[in-house]
């Protein structure tokens, strides 16, 4: 199939880059007037127009615009019916952390999801994803945490598991067992039992998480759940610094975490102990948006020579949306991100963060063809500028047209 008459295809990049760093962030190849090739599902060529191939099936994209698929690299899409009540709560003054010590929160969702069974689990999760995909999401992770005893962790995973042969998008998952204490557990006895579970999660799992933050879990219990881990062969992706300066950050890259995620709380030890590492810092302006916590200092990180990753983190209770478009203008608007940063922050640097920019996350020869082809007149930087207008033609997933 050839896509013809591109008005700009963007998120070119050479084939063997894996993510993008300080100035390179500000860069992305554009070509004007294009054409794009799949075969096989994979973006087979692309160039000026003209110099097109005559033969195939081909769709005119009448000047419309070509971009990589958003890739959303922390998610929580798999839970169990909603939150809203805590919304209401929430406006009427309680923070996120009163509203978790007074037994809603995580533990809500967690109470939610014991009660609720498998398949009724995947398919109030495949809704989320559907509309994910719709809105030019080509790859995910979803995390467990929900769970918090072993058999719904497991649970969760085997979701997880089911969504990810079930749908065109790439999806990887993450063991997050040590999201919050399980109910009937004592502190100690929990972090003992997540390590526990570690052998059987990594028989689903490709990573382990742990929301290391003030109230949550300490330094050295992240210390302990990671060693466990990585005896699995899980590499870390961590909650860090989004409730307080944890330390969240430095016990991550310690264990080559691949992304230390949230980030709303840094000081310049965190940017020291980033620097020249290959965990990706990965910020989730739609949580900072809904909580009306702070914004991560993206600009400041990338300033320092370092990546910036931004990821949805969708969950009924800090941030419930998995529009990675809204992310893009939140990042532009709020964080001061230009278009190209941003764009570079939703598509490469989260395919780096979930271990996936090998394979998608850019315009790149050989890569998945996860892409989105936009409406006639959209531009990059309309994208964030017109926020909430619907730019989206066509998305495709591993070159399938998704409808
Ligand atoms: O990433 N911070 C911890 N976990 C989620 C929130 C989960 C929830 O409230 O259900 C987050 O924001
Ligand atoms: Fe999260």
């Not at 065109?168 to 100690?188: D, I, M, N, Q, W």
């Amino acid at each position: 199939m050839i896509i013809r008459n591109i008005g700009e295809l963007v998120g070119i990049v050479p084939e063997g880059v894996l993510r993008k760093q300080g100035a390179g962030m500000a860069e992305t190849g554009v070509l004007k007037d294009a054409w794009l090739a799949v075969g096989d599902g994979r973006i087979a060529g692309f160039g000026p127009m003209g110099t097109e191939p005559s033969d195939g099936e081909s769709v005119d994209a009448e000047g419309g615009m070509v971009m990589p698929a958003f890739c959303d690299s922390h998610t929580h899409v798999v839970y169990a019916g909603s939150r809203d009540g805590e919304f209401l709560d929430k406006i009427n003054g309680l923070s996120y952390e009163e509203i978790a010590a007074r037994g809603g929160g995580i533990l809500n969702s967690s109470d939610l999801l014991h009660e609720t069974s498998e398949d009724e689990l995947f398919r109030q999760a495949l809704v989320r994803v559907r509309e994910m995909m719709a809105k030019g999401t080509g790859a995910l992770e979803i995390k467990s945490g929900y769970g918090l005893n072993p058999e719904d962790e497991l649970k969760m995973l085997r979701v997880i598991r089911r969504i990810r042969e079930s749908v065109p998008a790439l999806v990887k998952s993450t063991f997050l067992g040590a999201h919050a204490v399980g109910r009937g557990y004592t502190h100690e006895g929990y972090v003992q039992a997540v390590v526990d579970m570690m052998p059987k999660a990594a028989e689903l799992a490709d990573f382990v998480d742990v929301f290391c933050d003030e109230g949550f879990f300490t330094v050295d219990d992240t210390d302990r759940i990671l060693t466990a881990g990585a005896a699995c062969g899980l590499r870390p992706k961590i909650h860090a610094n989004e409730l307080a300066v944890s330390g969240g950050v430095q016990v991550g890259v310690k264990h080559g975490a691949l992304s230390v995620d949230h980030l709303e709380r840094t000081t310049d030890a965190e940017i020291e102990a980033l620097r020249g590492s290959a965990t990706m810092p990965t910020m989730l302006p739609g949580s900072s948006f809904f909580l009306g916590i702070p914004f991560g200092r993206a600009k400041e990180f990338i300033a320092d020579g370092l990546g910036v990753a931004l990821a949805s983190d969708s969950n009924p209770g800090s941030s419930p949306s998995g529009d990675m478009r809204f992310v893009m203008a939140l990042g532009c608007i709020r964080m001061r991100l230009t278009p190209v940063q941003a764009l570079n922050a939703v598509t490469l640097n989260s395919a780096y963060a979930m271990g996936v920019s090998d394979v998608t996350g850019s315009v790149t020869p050989g890569k998945r063809a996860d892409l989105i082809l936009t409406h006639p007149g959209w531009t990059l930087t309309k994208i964030p500028y017109l926020y909430q207008t619907p730019f989206i033609r066509q998305v495709f997933l591993g070159g399938q047209v998704l409808v």
